[in-house]
């Protein structure tokens, strides 16, 4: 790790150092910086910071070597595998989502050829009817909106959640303050679902699953291209569909 650090540090400290001098940062310009940075710490702020900058960057790299189904970012939200219940049919949802429209998520996790991979796990998280992310925001238990489903004999796993809707980086917090009112950009990414694909010998992969056509898909606030899963909003008796494989390589 250390001679990693070598390698990536200076660098890193020379391009910062080059863009202070090309815009004759001045003791303000630092100050106003430092204050930024003390806003996001104690915001709690800095992964999502983060990863609103930098995490597509990642999945860039890795989906160079990638010859399976891409990467996307992970985000800030994922918790650890320790919060993620095996699940059979539903994603468990807050009582008071009852009433919220559903969504089933299915599909098929194989290797590069097509071949089913049975008893693969795939992680799955989203947020709330209204944007908000269980174990982040508002005391929501983090028993919501995960869940690993255990892929059958077929590859396949289906299981019901309620709709997720695109999501704001709060903007009264240091990043979406950053995004929209200094940068003038928004702070708003498409609705997504969040999947960690793993199965024994096979390279895992971390991306995100969006409908077509959803607002801001293809207008990320956090820069990801979405590459290969935005799907097709499929209407079964009434209820949204979203059909998302996997294809694994070897790792
Ligand atoms: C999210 O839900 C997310 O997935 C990312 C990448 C950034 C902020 C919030
Ligand atoms: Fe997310």
Redesign the pocket.
């Known amino acids: 790790m250390s001679a990693r650090v070598q390698q990536v540090v200076p660098d890193l400290v020379e391009a910062i150092r080059d863009v202070m001098k090309k815009h004759d940062v001045t003791f303000q310009d630092y100050g106003a910086a430092m204050q930024f940075l003390i806003n996001v710490q104690e915001t709690g702020e800095l992964p999502?910071l983060v990863?609103?900058f930098f995490?597509a960057t990642v999945v860039d790299i890795e989906n160079a070597t990638r010859k399976g189904t891409k990467a996307d970012?992970?985000?800030?939200?994922y918790l650890g595998a320790d919060a993620y219940n095996v699940v059979t049919d539903k994603l468990p949802h807050r009582p008071e989502d009852a009433g919220a429209p559903d969504m089933i998520i299915r599909g098929r996790i194989t290797d590069l050829d097509g071949n089913p991979i049975a008893g693969a796990t795939l992680d799955m998280w989203h947020?709330t009817p209204d944007g908000l992310?269980s174990g982040i925001h508002d005391n929501i238990d983090p028993k919501f909106y995960r869940g690993r489903v255990i892929t059958g004999a077929d590859g396949s796993y289906s299981v019901s959640s309620k709709l997720p809707v695109p999501?704001q980086?709060p903007n009264s917090g240091p990043t979406g303050l950053l995004l929209e009112k200094y940068l003038e950009r928004h702070s708003w990414?498409p609705a997504?679902i969040?999947f960690w694909a793993r199965a024994d010998g096979q390279r895992d992969v971390v991306n995100?699953a969006y409908f077509e056509g959803g607002d801001w898909v293809g207008d990320d606030?956090?820069d990801?291209d979405h590459l290969d899963l935005v799907v097709p909003e499929l209407i079964e008796n009434g209820v949204r569909v979203m059909e998302v494989n996997f294809a694994l390589e070897p790792a």
């Open positions: 999502v990863d609103a995490n970012i992970q985000g800030p939200y947020s992310y999501y980086i990414r997504h969040h995100q606030c956090c990801t």
